[in-house]
């Protein structure tokens, strides 16, 4: 009798793969398969130094996908991005020539780093996953993927993101400095002559691929969101645009990312259903870019993770 395949398997592997070359930030690494899963793009928050690039590089090679960098800057133009027209003077025409963007992972360094109108480039590619070019659309590569990164603690010469940029990234996840077991596990792999520009040397190897991505997304799609649960989720969005720290709640979109996120955590723990558990675990990544505070709430230490916290602790739990 056939085995019955599991399609978690492969996602287990990618795990192992990445801790070769990255110590620790276990709950990055979780992030960024769910938002592959669930098809969403995800948000990098850590100080410099905590192995943002290195975790995407890894990602990547562990699934054989392609990796490309934008490195965002104030002088960092939209086609820089998407791609440009050129002039070929052999054919007398304009050719497009694609940008980075045309990738599957999509690495935006910094991207706060870059003005408005540049970060806006990325809003059709993350949406619609196409880039148009007077008025034609060229799909992008499946899957697709940004992972952008931004320093939290430096505001010199950066642009906030935009609330209809924000709102695009199913997850927002900070990357903490590692504990000192850990930090000293860095220390002694690059004793050892560890080299992050070079990853083959650490023996990351692809265990899986876009064939296996697509058949664990299938899986994921399958996954049972009861109404109570649905509603569950609902009720703690609505919440927020209640709250009265809060001057600009989560939108009906924020709640489908929820649903989508939790629906793909269900599933890497091994259920075919999402329980309010699943909810509450996700609630924080996949809202908290998504609120934006009152200033004078900002000021007597209101943020959104307090504002969320009481939410999860008031709104009825369904059984």
Request: aromatic residues 4%; contains cysteine.
């Amino acid at each position: 009798m056939n085995q019955p395949i599991d399609r978690r398997e492969p996602l287990t592997r990618v795990r192992a793969e990445v801790a070769k070359a990255v110590v620790g930030q276990d709950g990055a690494v979780t992030g960024l398969l769910i938002g592959l899963l669930a098809g969403g793009h995800v948000l990098l928050e850590g100080v410099p130094g905590v192995a943002k690039t290195l975790l995407v590089r890894a990602l990547a090679a562990s699934l054989n996908l392609d990796a490309k960098r934008i490195q965002f800057t104030p002088d960092l133009m939209p086609g820089d991005v998407t791609g440009s027209l050129i002039y070929d003077s052999r054919t007398a025409r304009f050719e497009f020539r694609p940008g980075p963007v045309f990738t599957n992972l999509l690495l935006a360094d910094e991207i706060n780093r870059t003005p408005p109108k540049t970060q806006a480039s990325l809003l059709e590619a993350m949406e619609e996953r196409q880039v148009s070019v007077e008025g034609a659309p060229t799909p992008l590569p499946n899957p697709f993927m940004v992972i952008a990164t931004q320093n939290p603690v430096e505001y010199q010469g950066t642009y906030p993101l935009p609330e209809a940029q924000l709102d695009r990234f199913l997850l927002k996840l900070t990357l903490p400095l590692p504990p000192r077991d850990q930090e000293i596990e860095v220390v002694a792999r690059h004793a050892l002559g560890f080299d992050p520009r070079a990853l083959d040397r650490a023996g990351i190897g692809a265990v899986a691929g876009p064939e296996e991505l697509a058949a664990a997304r299938s899986a994921v799609a399958g996954v049972r969101v009861d109404h109570e649960v649905a509603g569950y989720i609902v009720d703690v969005c609505r919440a927020t645009r209640s709250a009265p720290s809060v001057a600009l709640g989560v939108s009906p979109r924020g709640a489908t990312a929820l649903m989508a996120a939790s629906r793909a955590w269900a599933w890497l723990t091994g259920r075919e259903f999402v329980t309010p558990d699943d909810v509450k675990a996700l609630a924080l990544p996949a809202l908290r870019h998504r609120i934006q505070m009152r200033i004078e709430a900002e000021t007597e230490g209101a943020t959104p993770e307090t504002v969320l916290g009481s939410i999860l602790a008031a709104v009825p739990v369904p059984r």
